[in-house]
């Protein structure tokens, strides 16, 4: 009756190739993760019915993931197996030490390894993993140290010897503060090596890191995450002879500003490298942000280098700026960038992250440290800019950038709206006339993106309201702020330019938010071709015109020391503004 019952379900008539694809995914999915049944086993699949039965014992490549759930489990996954390379994926506990232990000793046909484990559960492995079966492919050890552990030796020195012959298999390393001794000269074969929060005690100095990576000839991918040599920041990296890495694809660096910059001095990249850095504090970042673009620089202009067609830059915040209710600053506010530079190929041949763990709310630093690796990249014949959720550039910083990119053909905006970016367009359009027209056909230096042909709005709040600048500094003020919308300012910007006979081709309004009737009209006046698929255009009715703009609703802007200007109405009504 059972058999008859299971045959007529629709999950028991599946084909087998389907079955076998979803059997995979709860057998890579279910091992080494937590569940709320830690002894739930995903062999129990083929217990199913017949049907499920005959396509799993049918399938060995299934069982090469074994189950260390229960010793008949894994006894199991062993046996039906067969000959298929096996898949040690696990967290190593109290309930199956020695399960993990007898496998990794026994097996002979192991060909990946990921270990999770605790500190004082990992101990017993160590020499094992030290010398892994020759035919592994990929080791990946990851242990959890408590952050309360005092500061001392993590690990001690390996009391089993750690050469050997070659790993000639092995060419996938990930280690997540486990002991560096992993990495032997036995591992010369490797092409990914990735290296995250290694203990203070496991990491060399600069001269043996060096040479450890000398020895890596065929890596092409390589991660160092908070894990650089102890003495990087003291050693004058200009004396030592630099690590060639010829056949390197991908380099991954999060640290600090002087870790990174230094660490980059030490390596020769091939040309098409790409390079990936986060610098997770922002301490030293002011004092040393000239080592890392004097770094980009100069390899910008070496041999090979392309240069850059595409420009991303990215902001990013966490909570609010200030607590509620007043101008206090909140002090579980973060805020960060991103820059991603794009050549003719269409990788990011570099992505710069500045993501600090500390609290900032310092936008002249940021505006200082984004302007700096922006003059050290090639970017004179960049054609496309966007800009995501970047609000805290100036007027004046953004006037900087954009004189360096004479050749932008495309500008696209999305998320935050860049005030600053429409302003510089606006008031650099506004200090010209036809007169600045060359004999060539050219351009005067003075004119903003001359060739600019494109504008992309998407998921832009249109009616955003910008910042004003501080009295004393060339910088934001949160207490002065405008009241232009940022597509009348767009608009504006567009009218002068076309009035130089600077005319855009193409206009897009996707996805946007408050966009007034009032504004797409007068956009349909300066452009070309306008397409807009706002579904519904505020008429003036919905504009209060006491506070036109809008902005964020987690700020308080009745506070009684904000004020609001309108700069844009101020400057139709004297044009020497």
Not at 272 to 297: E, H, P
Not at 379 to 402: G, N, P, R
Not at 437 to 453: Q, T
Not at 538 to 545: I, Q, S
């Amino acid at each position: 009756m059972f058999k008859q019952h299971n045959s007529q379900q629709v999950a028991c008539c599946l084909p087998g190739a389907i079955l076998r694809k979803i059997f995979f995914e709860c057998a890579y999915l279910s091992i080494g993760s937590h569940t709320e049944c830690e002894t739930w086993s995903w062999v129990g699949i083929s217990q199913v019915c017949s049907s499920w039965r005959a396509v799993a014992h049918s399938c060995p490549e299934l069982w090469r993931y074994v189950d260390f759930s229960h010793p008949r489990s894994c006894a199991l996954t062993l046996e039906r197996a067969k000959m298929s390379p096996l898949h040690i994926d696990t967290f190593v506990k109290e309930n199956n030490t020695r399960l993990v232990q007898r496998t990794l000793q026994l097996a002979h046909r192991i060909q990946d390894i990921h270990i999770r484990a605790s500190l004082q559960d990992i101990y017993p492995f160590l020499e094992l993993l030290t010398h892994p079966n020759p035919a592994v492919e990929s080791l990946i050890v990851e242990v959890d140290i408590p952050k309360s552990r005092p500061f001392g030796d993590v690990y001690n020195r390996p009391l089993f010897p750690t050469c050997g012959p070659p790993l000639e298999n092995l060419k996938y390393m990930e280690l997540h503060s486990a002991p560096l001794y992993f990495l032997t000269p036995r591992c010369t074969h490797l092409t990914q090596l990735h290296l995250h929060d290694l203990p203070l005690t496991e990491r060399p100095i600069v001269r043996s890191f060096l040479s450890m990576l000398e020895q890596l000839q065929d890596l092409e991918h390589l991660t160092i995450d908070r894990s650089f040599p102890i003495n990087l920041e003291l050693v004058e990296v200009g004396s030592l002879e630099r690590c060639a890495l010829p056949k390197l694809k991908t380099i991954s660096l999060v640290g600090s500003t002087t870790e990174v910059a230094n660490i980059l001095e030490c390596l020769s990249l091939p040309p098409l490298a790409r390079l990936s850095v986060k610098i997770w504090t922002l301490s030293d970042s002011r004092n040393n942000i000239w080592k890392l673009s004097q770094w980009i620089s100069s390899r910008s202009h070496d041999e090979g280098m392309q240069p850059v067609e595409k420009l991303i830059l990215t902001g990013k915040e966490t909570g609010t700026r200030f607590m509620a209710d007043s101008l206090d600053l909140n002090p579980d506010y973060r805020q960060s960038f991103q820059i991603q530079a794009f050549h003719s190929r269409g990788y990011a041949v570099l992505d710069v992250v500045f993501e600090p763990n500390e609290r900032i709310a310092d936008d002249e630093l940021l505006v200082f440290l984004l302007t700096r690796i922006l003059k050290s990249l090639p970017v004179a014949e960049t054609h496309t800019l966007s800009v995501q959720d970047l609000d805290f550039m100036t007027q004046k910083s953004w006037t900087q950038i954009l004189r360096a990119l004479p050749y932008l053909r495309v500008l696209d905006i999305a998320g935050g709206a860049p005030s600053g970016l429409a302003w510089a367009l606006l008031l650099n359009a506004r200090l010209h006339d036809t007169g600045c027209m060359v004999p060539d056909g050219g351009w005067n230096h003075g004119i903003l993106v001359p060739r600019l042909n494109d504008v992309y709005l998407r998921n832009v709040d249109c009616s955003s309201g910008g910042y004003m600048l501080s009295r004393t500094a060339t910088i934001n003020s949160y207490s002065d702020l405008d009241d232009s919308r940022f597509l009348d300012v767009i608009n504006a910007s567009l009218c002068e330019r076309r009035e130089l006979g600077l005319y855009l081709r193409s206009m897009s309004i996707i996805r946007c938010e408050f966009v007034s009737k009032k504004s797409v009209d007068d956009a349909r006046t300066v452009v070309l071709h306008l397409v807009c698929d706002v579904r519904r255009l505020l008429k003036d009715d919905d504009v209060d015109e006491t506070r036109p703009a809008r902005y964020r609703n987690t700020w308080n802007f009745d506070h009684p020391l904000i004020a609001h200007y309108h700069r844009l109405r101020a400057l139709a009504m004297d044009s020497d503004f």
